[in-house]
């Protein structure tokens, strides 16, 4: 007899108590998709703004995400994996399940040794902080401020900037409690949110925020900076002050960014898990929670508590 697949799913808009556990049949992979049993289950901003009602996201509301787990069924035309690879990948749509259907061109096998959550902590994210740097271009010489700097892509970026030899990098964050963090990973400067200064201006900014902080994001560059936007909270900037001081935003998607540099794209992907396994890159897990509490997780991530990637097990 078949065991119901457990899933997270909510149908109304609010805060994470409107997540619902519930049971689903088994999916079946079509044409270029893995099935894979989670192992681990990466929580991500952009999914907690969806519960919130942000994009106005149809319902019932599924999220997507990032997952790592093993292979145990594969669809048609799929011949880069077989069943029982472990893999990573990101999925567009029920990533909070037990068993998820990925895409096998989003997918990447996981090194032997490594572990599902190291995974889920270190790929997707990695990869958003490699794309905005690689955007962003900073020389060795200049300055880069981070927001979100102890969430799950923004502590990758600070110790990826310093990797990448940049002399000054700023850690921007919501409370003082993180600095220790965040100098431990090579910033060299932490300043919050509510600071009246940050400091003397930078060359580049590494915006996964927005909202009501990207003004002040655009604001702490210096004449000629220019600001990598990455952030599913929106906002708007003046165009004035673009113009006013010489500066540029760009947005900055991983779609657009795997499909227009997919060379550069699996560099990065070898890059990081070399850095990891060397043990030069530290990708931090600030918690590890049951499916059957995905509520907890979300939380976590809503009062910006998080000092690195929160992850949920099945």
């Given at each position: 007899m078949e065991v119901p697949v457990r899933r997270v799913?909510?149908?109304?808009?609010?805060?994470?108590?409107?997540?619902?556990?519930?049971?689903?049949?088994?999916?079946?992979?079509?044409?270029?998709?893995?099935?894979?049993?989670?192992?681990?289950?990466?929580?991500?901003?952009?999914?907690?703004?969806?519960?919130?009602?942000?994009?106005?996201?149809?319902?019932?509301g599924v999220l997507g995400g990032e997952i790592a787990g093993a292979v145990v069924a594969i669809g048609p035309g799929v011949s880069s994996f077989a069943v029982g690879d472990r893999i990573t990948s990101l999925t567009f749509t029920g990533s909070y399940a037990d068993l998820v259907l990925a895409p096998d061109f989003l997918a990447s096998r996981i090194p032997d040794g490594a572990s599902c959550t190291q995974a889920v902590a270190l790929v997707r994210s990695g990869h958003v902080a490699l794309a905005a740097l690689a955007t962003a271009r900073p020389t060795t010489t200049e300055s880069v401020l981070i927001t979100g700097a102890a969430s799950g892509v923004g502590h990758l970026a600070v110790q990826l900037a310093k990797i990448h030899g940049i002399k000054r990098v700023v850690a921007a964050v919501s409370s003082t409690d993180k600095a220790d963090f965040l100098r431990g990973l090579g910033a060299d400067e932490v300043v919050t949110y509510d600071s009246q200064h940050w400091g003397e201006p930078v060359d580049v900014v590494l915006d996964g925020v927005g909202g009501d902080l990207l003004p002040r994001a655009l604001a702490a560059l210096r004449p000629g900076g220019r600001l990598i936007f990455?952030?599913?909270?929106?906002?708007?900037?003046?165009?004035?002050?673009?113009?006013?001081?010489?500066?540029?935003?760009?947005?900055?998607?991983?779609?657009?960014?795997?499909?227009?540099?997919?060379?550069?794209?699996?560099?990065?992907?070898?890059?990081?898990?070399?850095?990891?396994?060397?043990?030069?890159?530290?990708?931090?897990?600030?918690?590890?929670?049951?499916?059957?509490?995905?509520?907890?997780?979300?939380?976590?991530?809503?009062?910006?508590?998080?000092?690195?990637?929160?992850v949920l097990r099945p």
């Amino acid at each position: 007899m078949e065991v119901p697949v457990r899933r997270v799913r909510y149908y109304e808009y609010g805060s994470p108590a409107v997540l619902r556990l519930e049971e689903a049949a088994t999916p079946e992979p079509g044409p270029g998709e893995l099935l894979v049993r989670t192992e681990a289950i990466g929580v991500t901003l952009p999914s907690v703004r969806r519960v919130r009602g942000e994009g106005e996201t149809p319902l019932p509301g599924v999220l997507g995400g990032e997952i790592a787990g093993a292979v145990v069924a594969i669809g048609p035309g799929v011949s880069s994996f077989a069943v029982g690879d472990r893999i990573t990948s990101l999925t567009f749509t029920g990533s909070y399940a037990d068993l998820v259907l990925a895409p096998d061109f989003l997918a990447s096998r996981i090194p032997d040794g490594a572990s599902c959550t190291q995974a889920v902590a270190l790929v997707r994210s990695g990869h958003v902080a490699l794309a905005a740097l690689a955007t962003a271009r900073p020389t060795t010489t200049e300055s880069v401020l981070i927001t979100g700097a102890a969430s799950g892509v923004g502590h990758l970026a600070v110790q990826l900037a310093k990797i990448h030899g940049i002399k000054r990098v700023v850690a921007a964050v919501s409370s003082t409690d993180k600095a220790d963090f965040l100098r431990g990973l090579g910033a060299d400067e932490v300043v919050t949110y509510d600071s009246q200064h940050w400091g003397e201006p930078v060359d580049v900014v590494l915006d996964g925020v927005g909202g009501d902080l990207l003004p002040r994001a655009l604001a702490a560059l210096r004449p000629g900076g220019r600001l990598i936007f990455f952030s599913s909270g929106g906002g708007t900037v003046p165009a004035f002050d673009l113009l006013a001081g010489s500066k540029t935003v760009t947005g900055l998607t991983m779609a657009r960014f795997a499909n227009t540099e997919p060379e550069l794209y699996e560099q990065h992907h070898q890059q990081l898990w070399q850095l990891s396994q060397s043990g030069r890159l530290r990708p931090a897990v600030h918690a590890e929670i049951p499916l059957t509490d995905a509520a907890s997780a979300h939380e976590i991530i809503e009062a910006r508590a998080n000092l690195g990637k929160v992850v949920l097990r099945p």
